[in-house]
């Protein structure tokens, strides 16, 4: 007799349990502490990481440790309020704020990508940040500042360590000509509850505002994206 309340599927099953642990640690998890959760053998959390990594749905980490990955975010795009569309009001009201191009950056398989960007209306000049926009996630200020949340050292060169430490201090990073030369960026993460690592930025070639001031206006508008994404 088939028990109806079983599984259909318990590969999937075993899938999606894998996906609901990652997002519950809030930190990356090592294969063996999958398999300690899930309760398997070792081979076949690796197995079920594998699959889900190869989908983009988690993403390797640092020292072989395992989170959720941007991949998700393509499965949540019809949800009525996902990251791209609660961020579009805040940014649009600190781009006008600060004159500046404001984006949401994600990342992306250890790379930074922009998800979605707003340039002022009035601005005389400003710097484009065109959606899909990648680089390195351990170059320019959005990368730093998502390397910042996590624990531990971010490894690679000694820069890059600096960098993040600053950032941990001081809520906020900065960059300059790094990722495109001669312009500027100053990003700060942005927390939400989902399974994505993001950060909000700015971009431009000069301003009389201090990074600090820009920072500020920029962990206004993530705290209410972090509120209104859940």
């Known amino acids: 007799m088939v028990d109806s309340k079983a599984p259909a599927s318990q590969t ?3 899938g999606v349990r894998v996906l609901e642990v990652l997002a519950a640690a809030h930190r990356p998890l090592s294969i063996d502490e999958i398999a300690g959760e899930l309760g398997v053998h ?23 440790r395992y989170a959720p990955g941007a991949g998700l975010v393509v499965l949540a795009q019809s949800v009525e309020r996902d990251l791209h569309t609660v961020s579009l009001p805040e940014l649009a009201s600190a781009a006008e704020d600060l004159g500046m191009t404001t984006f949401v950056a994600i990342d992306d398989e250890h790379e930074c990508v922009t998800l979605v960007s707003v340039e002022p209306r009035h601005a005389t000049a400003t710097v484009m940040q065109r959606p899909g926009t990648r680089h390195s996630l351990t170059k320019g200020a959005p990368g730093v500042a998502i ?4 624990d531990g050292s971010p490894g690679g060169d000694p820069e890059t360590e600096q960098a993040v430490e600053e950032a941990r201090r001081a809520g906020y990073a900065v960059s300059r000509g790094e990722v495109i030369p001669g312009v500027a960026s100053v990003a700060v993460p942005l927390h939400t509850r989902g399974p994505v690592q993001a950060a909000i930025a700015v971009v431009y070639v000069t ?7 820009i920072a500020q206006r920029l962990t206004t508008a993530a705290e209410a994206i972090a509120e209104l994404a859940g």
């Open 12 to 14: 999937l099953s075993r």
């Open 42 to 64: 070792r081979s076949i959390a690796y197995r079920m990481v594998r699959t889900l990594e190869s989908h983009r749905l988690i993403s390797r980490q640092d020292a072989g």
């Open 147 to 150: 390397l910042s949340t996590r």
């Open 207 to 213: 301003s009389e505002r201090p990074a600090e001031e």
